[in-house]
């Protein structure tokens, strides 16, 4: 179903290919901007189909790109993870694109309406961003996420993916194509960067001649720390999730170490996987030695101060750098700390702004956890791997977006919009 690999010969190629994706890309949001909901459904609709009827095609490619990571010798465990499709992972993508499609479709939703003294009204509106650039590595899956939350907010989007994942994002966007296709939506509407080649990102970062509206970077610390330093164009900022569940003296034991293992172990490969456990001191005597047994147990490893070493033989010390390590493996810091405070103040030193949890039957402790720690995702007896666009009802996310500025959290297909104003009068003239 793939086409083959393309081969771009020199930079003067590159420059010349990348120019024309991004010309052609914004000549599809110009289109995409006023595609009615129904055509836009109609293309989510047959996407879905297509990624179906064309999962063995996506899993052959998969497995082509999992077996040259593996022959890399350099590949981890976590990276295998996020690199590799399943069939049920397939189906999550299909049942992920028909929640976005049953979603209110954002475009030109009046949000607020006025009237001022002199009688014109004024109506505030979402609209589109116009092209949007995902920059991502190893989870091919954003291909199919970030394509379709682009369409249903009436933006072009121009995909490129890591190097690892090449042949499954072809694969992936086939599918999209063929959507774009049945609907009659211009096909640049979704573009794939068809080459491996490390300068097109680059290229990306300077906006393409001012074809990009916003990039969008999907991958780990140094991916995002390039594209902050490089872009010439506004970034939704997804930084790393070094995420932490503290345990208060009041909760159930029984729900904390529940919510603890998923939230370490369900996949440790994802941004919503939690990085450190940190221990309410009140009573850490009942509390600890549980939590820190039952990760040991189950494959992780524990890397702790000196009250969490002492509670089992098998825990190795934590170094400073540990309490800022997003591991994206089965690896954990433990800490005890004082009460909610100490949590929070750990959290406010050490954390990225990702996602916190706070486990407790302590109403006020929880509502002061919610309150003061400064995350895009906080949480109350509830796992950090619920940091997910798909769990929060968006159908998919284009990222998890840390910064302060336009969006927070999981971004969907509201978030990919800005706004206008439209002012309607009957003739008004300023004095």
């Known amino acids: ?204 970062l300077s906006g393409l001649n001012g074809a990009i509206d916003v990039i969008v970077p999907r991958g780990g610390k140094s991916l995002v720390a390039r594209v902050e330093q490089e872009a010439r164009v506004p970034v939704f900022a997804h930084l790393e999730g070094v995420n932490h569940v503290y345990v208060d003296g009041s909760a159930d034991l029984a729900m904390a170490k529940s919510i603890v293992l998923n939230a370490k172990m369900r996949r440790t490969g994802v941004c919503g996987a939690a990085e450190t456990l940190l221990v309410d001191r009140a009573a850490a005597g009942n509390n600890l030695k549980p939590l820190v047994e039952m990760l040991l147990d189950a494959g992780c490893e524990v890397r702790g101060d000196d009250a969490v070493q002492n509670a089992d033989a098998r825990v190795k010390p934590a170094s400073e750098d540990d309490w800022d390590t997003e591991y994206l493996d089965a690896i954990i810091a433990a800490k005890v700390v004082d009460g909610v405070d100490g949590a929070i103040a750990h959290i406010q030193s050490h954390g990225s702004h990702h996602t916190d949890a706070i486990v407790s039957a302590d109403e006020a402790a929880a509502k002061k956890f919610l309150s003061e720690v400064d995350s895009a995702i906080v949480l109350h007896n509830a796992s950090t791997q619920f940091a997910d666009g798909g769990e929060f009802g968006f159908g998919a996310e284009i990222g998890i977006a840390t910064g302060r500025f336009h969006a927070r959290g999981p971004v969907g297909a509201e978030q990919l919009t800005s706004f206008k104003y439209r002012v309607h009068g009957t003739g008004q003239t300023r004095p």
């Open 1 to 204: 179903m793939a086409a083959p690999l393309k081969a771009v010969d020199g930079n003067a190629d590159l420059q010349a290919l990348m120019s024309d994706l991004g010309t052609r890309a914004r000549a599809a949001a110009r289109v995409l901007a006023l595609a009615p909901p129904e055509q836009k459904n109609r293309a989510l609709d047959a996407m879905e189909r297509a990624i179906r009827n064309h999962a063995a095609a996506i899993l052959a490619a998969n497995a082509e790109d999992v077996a040259e990571a593996r022959a890399s010798g350099n590949a981890t465990s976590s990276f295998i993870d996020r690199l590799t499709l399943t069939p049920a992972r397939i189906e999550g993508m299909a049942e992920g694109i028909a929640i976005v499609r049953g979603i209110a479709d954002p475009i030109g939703v009046v949000t607020e309406s006025w009237q001022r003294p002199n009688g014109m009204t004024i109506e505030r509106v979402r609209v589109p961003l116009g092209v949007v650039g995902v920059i991502f590595e190893s989870r091919p899956n954003v291909a199919a996420d970030a394509g379709v939350l682009c369409l249903k907010s009436g933006n072009a989007v121009i995909l490129r993916g890591g190097s690892d994942s090449f042949r499954s994002c072809r694969a992936i966007h086939e599918c999209l194509v063929q959507g774009l296709r049945e609907a009659a939506l211009p096909e640049a509407a979704i573009t794939l960067v068809p080459t491996r080649d490390r300068a097109a990102v680059g290229m990306m």
